[in-house]
């Protein structure tokens, strides 16, 4: 069974800001990701993570290369059957991008208003899809009266309101806490095992691709330096990059001791006593 997305020696360059050679964000990526897997992509900044996503759903067109969903090369869509496709395609976004004038349900409409769905079907949904991220009782919420992770929650139902084939989440758990990442990745797995959603995970976060990716790849300066199953990443890592990635730095424990000899001090306890107090 061929794989639902595949992308084939993709490359997207821009125009220099100044006269000379063009800045290229992707180099030659190759990656085949199967149906019904979930798929970390796992980068620092300035990888070309979010290029490389925008590119996956042509809202960026590569300068080369190929991407081919469901047996479709989007490079040979006319722009008519390419906004029929991205239909099948949901993203969610790591600031939400949810309509502050509209509340939580009618933030879940808005696709499938713009798809042409009856109203009271698209309510129907709606409050159906509410129900499954938990938010049923935050229907009439505004984005501005809800907390992050509840406007995730929000964000989530409606990527996936028109009933996508794929998943494509942008650093989506960047702006929330680690409780609340987790619940959020909880979400999305059991989402994945109910629709059997392809889900694509791109973030800057290895906790977050230890937690939910089956397989990924790893991006460093444009280009993917290693992929393979999580656990044997995790496990040994072959890469530079992945390995800078896993390894936390020394100084930011000696950061972190800083950080909490300071809170202590200001509650008028030192760190050694508490420290010694917690061990005992």
Same mark, same amino acid.
């Given at each position: 069974?061929?794989?639902?997305?595949?992308?084939?020696?993709?490359?997207?360059?821009?125009?220099?800001?100044?006269?000379?050679?063009?800045?290229?964000?992707?180099?030659?990526?190759?990656?085949?990701?199967?149906?019904?897997?979930?798929?970390?992509?796992?980068?620092?900044?300035?990888?070309?993570?979010?290029?490389?996503?925008?590119?996956?759903?042509?809202?960026?067109?590569?300068?080369?290369?190929?991407?081919?969903?469901?047996?479709?090369?989007?490079?040979?869509?006319?722009?008519?059957?390419?906004?029929?496709?991205?239909?099948?395609?949901?993203?969610?976004?790591?600031?939400?991008?949810?309509?502050?004038?509209?509340? %939580?349900? &009618?933030?879940?409409?808005? #696709?499938?208003?713009?798809? +042409?769905?009856?109203?009271?079907? /698209? *309510?129907?949904?709606?409050?159906?899809?509410?129900?499954?991220?938990?938010?049923?009782?935050?229907?009439?919420?505004?984005?501005?009266?809800?907390?992050?992770?509840?406007?995730?929650?929000?964000?989530?139902?409606?990527?996936?309101?028109?009933?996508?084939?794929?998943?494509?989440?942008?650093?989506?758990?960047?702006?929330?806490?680690?409780?609340?990442?987790?619940?959020?990745?909880?979400?999305?797995?059991?989402?994945?095992?109910?629709?059997?959603?392809?889900?694509?995970?791109?973030?800057?976060?290895?906790?977050?691709?230890?937690?939910?990716?089956?397989?990924?790849?790893?991006?460093?300066?444009?280009?993917?330096?290693?992929?393979?199953?999580?656990?044997?990443?995790?496990?040994?890592?072959?890469?530079?990059? %992945?390995? &800078?990635?896993?390894?936390? #730095?020394?100084?930011?424990? +000696?950061?972190?001791?800083?950080? /909490? *000899?300071?809170?202590?001090?200001?509650?008028?306890?030192?760190?050694?006593?508490?420290?010694?107090?917690?061990?005992?």
């Amino acid at each position: 069974m061929p794989p639902i997305l595949a992308i084939e020696k993709l490359s997207k360059s821009f125009p220099a800001v100044r006269a000379g050679d063009d800045v290229r964000a992707l180099s030659d990526i190759d990656l085949f990701i199967e149906e019904g897997e979930i798929f970390g992509i796992i980068g620092k900044s300035g990888a070309g993570k979010s290029t490389l996503v925008r590119c996956i759903n042509f809202l960026e067109r590569p300068t080369s290369g190929e991407i081919v969903f469901n047996g479709v090369c989007l490079s040979s869509l006319s722009k008519a059957e390419l906004y029929h496709t991205r239909q099948s395609m949901g993203m969610i976004f790591q600031q939400f991008n949810l309509l502050a004038q509209r509340n %939580a349900l &009618r933030n879940i409409c808005f #696709p499938l208003e713009v798809a +042409g769905w009856d109203r009271q079907k /698209a *309510r129907q949904r709606a409050s159906e899809l509410l129900e499954l991220v938990g938010m049923s009782d935050k229907a009439g919420a505004y984005p501005a009266q809800l907390s992050g992770g509840q406007r995730q929650r929000v964000a989530i139902a409606r990527a996936i309101a028109a009933n996508p084939r794929i998943l494509l989440c942008d650093e989506a758990t960047s702006a929330l806490d680690p409780e609340t990442t987790h619940s959020i990745l909880a979400l999305l797995k059991d989402i994945n095992a109910r629709y059997g959603i392809t889900i694509i995970v791109i973030t800057h976060e290895m906790p977050v691709i230890e937690q939910i990716a089956t397989r990924l790849a790893v991006l460093d300066e444009g280009r993917i330096v290693e992929a393979g199953r999580t656990s044997e990443v995790f496990a040994a890592p072959q890469s530079e990059a %992945a390995r &800078r990635m896993l390894v936390r #730095p020394q100084h930011e424990d +000696g950061l972190i001791a800083a950080a /909490a *000899r300071r809170y202590f001090e200001s509650q008028g306890m030192a760190l050694e006593e508490v420290i010694r107090d917690y061990a005992q």
